[in-house]
T-cell receptor, first 114, second 109 residues
Framework: NAGVTQTPKFQVLKTGQSMTLQCAQDMNHEYMSWYRQDPGMGLRLIHYSVGAGITDQGEVPNGYNVSRSTTEDFPLRLLSAAPSQTSVYFC?????????????FGPGTRLTVL | GIQVEQSPPDLILQEGANSTLRCNFSDSVNNLQWFHQNPWGQLINLFYIPSGTKQNGRLSATTVATERYSLLYISSSQTTDSGVYFCAVIPGSARQLTFGSGTQLTVLP
């Protein structure tokens, strides 16, 4: 199992550009999430999905779009990048069957918006 | 929403020393996890421990759910233990993690 994979590892954008951060998992997990981590802070939830076709907002959703067309993939879209979106982005997945909610994280994407 | 407080915020140890990190949370939880973020930014799962005690080598963790706290013990610390330790919880009404602000651990050779 590759676990949770993210691409790209690094990205530099100019203000106003758009891009998609990719996330995939091969563990057949129902739940997938996107978090952002700003310097010196813990992670904050952007969007999450409890299954294909179902998404919902987290703590900091503004400026981001998601969709979940398959169980394996959960891309995060920045429609018009802003410097405030400079951060490290983590994708996570979990399978809360039988009441176990343990989440597994990808390696992260470091995004800089100039 | 739920509050997650970690202490101490910073900790500097000499190699070989022991340490205890604490996580307090303000509501009942379905999930509590401890992570180690290494200097390269990777998040490593240490423990999934909504209640009880677990051990993995030099690390162990205890969660007392009724008193809303968890402790992470690191024994015989090594320089490779350096990094940030995060506690994260899923409260009973939610589905995703809320993170504490972390404990920055530095182990000196």
């Amino acid at each position: 199992n590759a676990g949770v994979t993210q691409t790209p590892k690094f990205q530099v954008l100019k203000t106003g550009q758009s891009m998609t951060l990719q996330c995939a998992q091969d563990m057949n997990h129902e739940y997938m999430s996107w978090y952002r981590q700003d310097p010196g802070m813990g992670l904050r939830l952007i969007h999450y999905s409890v299954g294909a076709g179902i998404t919902d907002q987290g703590e900091v959703p503004n400026g981001y779009n998601v969709s979940r067309s398959t169980t394996e993939d959960f891309p995060l879209r920045l429609l018009s990048a802003a410097p405030s979106q400079t951060s490290v982005y983590f994708c996570a997945s979990s399978s809360p069957g039988q009441g176990v909610y343990e989440q597994f994280f990808g390696p992260g994407t470091r995004l800089t918006v100039l | 929403g739920i509050q997650v407080e970690q202490s101490p915020p910073d900790l500097i140890l000499q190699e070989g020393a022991n340490s205890t990190l604490r996580c307090n949370f303000s509501d009942s939880v379905n999930n509590l996890q401890w992570f180690h973020q290494n200097p390269w930014g990777q998040l490593i799962n240490l423990f999934y421990i909504p209640s009880g005690t677990k051990q993995n080598g030099r690390l162990s963790a205890t969660t007392v759910a009724t008193e809303r706290y968890s402790l992470l013990y690191i024994s015989s610390s090594q320089t490779t233990d350096s990094g940030v330790y995060f506690c994260a919880v899923i409260p009973g009404s939610a589905r995703q993690l809320t993170f504490g602000s972390g404990t920055q651990l530095t182990v000196l050779p």
